[in-house]
């Protein structure tokens, strides 16, 4: 993973530090370091678990495993986004694995389709977002069913406009490992040891990610969003809005959807908003930059976005009242 | 040969045993459900057993035979990694307040339907905001008792108490109006048990759930200010 600015990591410290110990009895700031903390403790222990799966996957995937995938890329992006049926991981977690998988020549599209899909096509989030909607299984499934078809119509589209030059070009099999070990190593100590690298340089911007993610959500009410409700389109949009601020875990975000009521916001704006959030938020947009060049993260923030919009609002057009 | 230890693995493995520490302080002391939902605390563990086999991953592995000069980056990862330690540190026993709730809500209290509330009688209930608004129209008409936090911002004071369904970043607040003439010196926050009658309250042809004839009573913030689903 390649170094980032140091410039940006002393000022972030520098920030942390004036902001707990001099400006630590503003209420935006204490709010905003117990959203911190608590995105820290629930996601730390599945970037954990990401991290050493993808060091397992570094040191034990023979690269034949992937060179079937990236014969057939339609096939591929179809089938990756249904991993998160076998692997249901949050979106933190999805990452280090996600840059494992591409440095052993997974195809570019089919990771983008899992890192999408992964989080909102798995049995742990149709089961919470059952359970926030009092197990009405047409929200989940209309959830599940909609993530699916926005993760692979966004690899395709992604992988078209960039003509698959999707990753950062210092990744596939060239990224030169800090690990300084010895070949004789066991692969299991050498796994645990590619985790270890990763988790520190993905942590980085997780913790940046979810900071940001606390202060912002302190900042700004959720009352403004009443003033759009009556309109589906602007219901959409604020709602979409929000997901990408609150950086809520997928696990999770149902029940904060759910809250927002049925008297207030259309049900298709509260799908918005869980379908939006696992796929792109402020602290996703910091962790991409790891495995993402700056150009692929600026196509990807408009293909996600129109197509969550678009599928929301054609949901809300074909079901009209009822959703 | 004299070998040496790999500074940026030996900077990893201060991360990983700060949070295998932090995680088996917060499990064992029961602090954690101040931060994330009490069915998660199998998270904890997994982090535990996460970090426990990376920290055995790294003193297990060779040694170098070249000393490696540490790199600026790799400390730098490894202060920003500790960062939510050091609020653990810092601000133990911090909770959500007023400030969070009036933030987090579209609006203060939630609206019930009405069309099915009938008077029940029975025991005094005993329960939380959470449960109450859940099953209202069974509790309808009865004697409750209920603990939270004051907040006086809306036309009518309300008592709250903050879900946590997975963390405190999506901990949702769950409020209901109280009738008292005795709050006005109570600032916000404070912790209230209330004691009254279940009721709705009619405004502009909405309907709330409501707590008439109130005995309020100031409580110390319990251990577990926070409700869990």
Known sequence: MKPSSHKLDVLFLCAVLVMLFLAGDSPVIRTAFLSLSGIVLEALPFMLIGAIAGGLVEEYLPESAVTKLRQKKIKAIMIAALAGLALPVCECAVIPVLYRLLRKGIPPEAALAYMLAGPVVNPVVFTSTLVAYRFNPMVPALRVIAGYIIAVSVAILVSRILKGRIIRDD?????PSSIKGNAKEPGIIRAAKHAAEDILKAGKYF????????LLQSAFGRDVLLSVASNPVLAIAGMMILAFLLSICADGDAFVAASFGKAFFPLSSQLAFMLLGPMLDIKLLLMYRIVFPWKTVLVLIPCITLTVFLVSLLLHLLTGAAL | MKRFRSVPMMLAATVYLCWLAAFIWLLFDGRYMMYLSRKLWPLLLLGCIACTTLVIGILSSNRITTKENESREDILNTAIMLVPILYFLVYQGDTLGSFALERRVVSMVESIECSDLTSSDGD??????????????SAFGRHVVLEGALNTSSSQPVLYRFLIVCCLNDAIPKAIFFESNCIDTLEND??????????SLHVDGTVYPFIRNTDVTVVPEPDSPYMYP
């Open chain 2, 190 to 199: 404070i912790w209230l048990r209330l004691e009254g009658t279940v009721d």
């Open chain 2, 124 to 137: 005094t209930l005993q329960t939380d905001i959470y449960r109450l608004l859940n099953d209202y129209s």
């Open chain 1, 171 to 175: 990744i596939p099999n060239s990224s």
């Open chain 1, 207 to 214: 913790v940046m990610g979810a900071l940001f993610a606390g």
